[in-house]
């Protein structure tokens, strides 16, 4: 059985017999791999903490016909700060289950690697809205997944906006002419705040954020569209969408242009 290295971030590890787990982890050159670590839930593992989601690794496989095995682990970064606040663990989660559902097994996605990255980064640096960052995050996800929303242009004609409907069947906001039975009616600061966190570096995500009223309607829309595109519930938006950037941090951006 071929040794190799790699390094990656857990995304998430599951039970397997008695002490063993399968670990799921986004590698930078290997894609996502699942991988047995043997005897990993016994007090005396050698592995530890090493392998628990959110750890960025370096690791030494064998690669098995089915599943690989890791046989060393070895700790790059372990975002201790994202780990201690509930807000950034929430963020932090989602971000780790919306790279699970788009990552392909063995199929390498560097771009994909560094996303998460600097989307684990960003929430190492404690921002004001957490949720923000990883709604950003989820944007970049699905513009590197080929699923950009339009944000601006109706999304079926092209005719420049702004536009008060939004489908995410026809791939974003669409005109009056262009939108369908599926598409409903969108506020224009809900888009433009969409708008801007899907171009902001993810670091100034946090920073701004608008009326609840604004937050709210961006995120049905986001997590709607997210949810069509990729095909598959996101079980941490619920949790995802009660978190609200603390009160001190609120600059209203809702009549910003973005
Ligand atoms: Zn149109």
């Not at 780790?96 to 560097?110: G, M, P, Q, Y």
């Not at 699905?142 to 079926?156: K, V």
Request: aromatic residues 6%; positive net charge.
């Amino acid at each position: 059985m071929p040794l190799y290295k790699e390094q990656g971030i857990v995304l998430r590890a599951v039970k397997l017999g008695e002490a063993d787990k399968i670990v799921s982890i986004l590698t930078q050159g290997s894609g996502k791999i699942r991988a047995v670590a043997k005897g990993i839930r016994k007090t005396t593992s050698r592995f530890g903490a090493r392998l628990e989601p959110m750890t960025h690794v370096s690791l030494l496989l064998y690669r098995g016909r089915n599943l690989d095995t890791v046989t060393q682990a070895e700790i790059v970064g372990s975002f201790r700060a994202v780990r201690g606040d509930f807000a950034l663990i929430t963020a932090g989660e989602t971000m780790l289950e919306a790279v699970d559902k788009v990552a392909e097994e063995h199929e390498r996605n560097v771009r994909l690697f560094l996303l998460l990255l600097s989307g684990m980064r960003a929430l190492e640096r404690r921002p004001d809205d957490a949720a923000a960052v990883a709604e950003s995050f989820v944007l970049k996800l699905l513009s590197l997944s080929g699923f950009h929303p339009s944000l601006s242009a109706c999304a079926a004609c092209g005719t420049p906006g702004p536009h008060g409907w939004f489908a995410a069947g026809q791939g974003g906001v669409v005109c009056g002419t262009c939108a369908t039975n599926e598409a409903g009616r969108v506020s224009e600061p809900a888009v433009r705040w969409l708008d801007l966190i899907a171009r902001i570096e993810l670091d100034g995500a946090g920073d701004a954020t608008p009326p609840d009223a604004v937050r709210r309607e961006a995120r049905a829309m986001l997590y709607g569209f997210t949810e069509y595109h990729l095909d598959r519930r996101m079980k941490s938006f619920s949790l995802l969408a009660r978190q609200a950037a603390s009160p001190a941090s609120v600059r209203l951006v809702g009549t910003a242009r973005g």
